[in-house]
């Protein structure tokens, strides 16, 4: 092991590719950690929200099962009707099978397959008037390859608090009613 770390100290270029190998499994470990630790550190009984949440449905498209898990928590705990995909594939399968209205697509960006702004695409074709919100830990400029601008309005950066996501979730939500 010193060994190896002696050549990595004295070679740049060795460094960069162990980094770059382990980036994947680093970026995932960051990023679980990052939301226990947002979701045990933040409270959602404090938040106060516009509007009456209980008549809102939100897609939520994530492949991290853990972020999934922790997004749709924090969402249904606020009192939220949520519905989940694990793949753009799969929310668009289950948006022909279902009756009731979506009020908000909330998608990762980056996933295996289809990509959230490939799915933002479909889903804006057959809906229109109901609000994006995408969300990812990339950088801005990995993002720009999926045609997401990172800094705008409709785009949380990974890895959020409770309060971060329903804040956001919020403001568009009464953003879109306020044009009905």
Not at 31 to 40: E, K
Request: net charge negative; glycine share 6%.
């Amino acid at each position: 092991m010193l060994k190896t770390f002696d050549t990595i100290r004295h070679c740049p270029l060795r460094a960069l590719i162990a980094v770059v190998a382990l980036f994947p499994v680093l970026q995932w470990l960051l990023t679980s950690t990052a939301f226990a630790q947002a979701a045990s550190q933040d409270k959602v009984d404090n938040v106060k929200l516009p509007i009456a949440l209980d008549a809102f449905r939100i897609l939520v498209v994530e492949d991290q099962d853990d972020v999934r898990e922790y997004v749709t928590s924090v969402l249904g705990n606020a009192g939220y009707s949520v519905m989940t995909a694990a793949s753009g594939n799969e929310a668009l399968a289950l948006l022909k099978e279902q009756d009731e209205n979506i009020h908000l697509l909330l998608t990762d960006v980056v996933m295996e397959g289809m990509s959230g702004g490939e799915l933002a695409e479909l889903f804006s074709q057959q809906y229109p008037d109901i609000p994006v919100l995408f969300m990812s830990g990339y950088p801005g400029d990995e993002l720009a390859r999926y045609g997401i601008r990172a800094g705008t309005r409709k785009f949380l950066a990974k890895p959020f608090s409770p309060t971060e996501l329903l804040d956001r979730v919020g403001a568009i939500l009464s953003n879109t009613m306020a044009k009905v």
